[in-house]
């Protein structure tokens, strides 16, 4: 959680438990080198102890790619796919705050948009957990649920 990690073919990325994080999958189909966000919270400027970059969708989508391009990436190449953002528990309230899931998910997507990265699929909301597997090989995005089918994207 609130990590990120950039890999080349044949390694592969994982991270568990995704319930209102987002996992932000970044590939270059050309170079195979990919990269994964485990996003906690959308920006970084909301919160006080913003220290670990990897937590927030603002930095660590940005430090990811700046990583991806060091180790051979062509920033033009990059595509996403996100996973995550769900609603784990339900509550009465309206309050926003209480949407982080859901905020993760938008903040993730106009990050993305600021950065000209290209969104190919996404697999968020709802109210149940995600793990996810980035194939370094293919850019397929898998994701795993309890008591929910495999889904690559």
């Known amino acids: 959680m609130a990590d990120l990690k950039i890999c080349k073919a044949p390694d592969s990325l994982t991270t568990l438990g995704l319930g209102s994080c987002v996992g932000v999958a970044l590939y270059d189909s050309s170079t195979k080198v ?16 913003n220290s670990n970059i990897a937590k927030f969708a603002d930095t660590g989508i940005v430090e990811c790619l ?14 996403a796919k996100i996973a995550g953002g769900a609603t784990m528990f339900t509550l009465s309230s309206n309050n926003d705050t209480m949407r982080v899931g859901e905020r993760n998910a938008a903040a993730c997507k106009e990050v993305l948009k600021k950065e000209n990265i290209r969104l190919l699929a996404e697999d968020t909301g709802l109210n149940y957990g995600r793990t996810v597997v980035l194939d370094g090989n293919t850019g397929n995005y898998l994701i795993k649920a309890v008591g929910k089918p495999d889904k690559v994207i």
Do not use: D, E, F, K
């Open 34 to 49: 990919c990269g994964l966000v485990h996003v906690m919270l959308p920006y970084s400027t909301q919160i006080r102890n």
């Open 66 to 79: 700046r990583l991806m391009v060091a180790a051979g990436a062509n920033r033009n190449r990059i595509t």
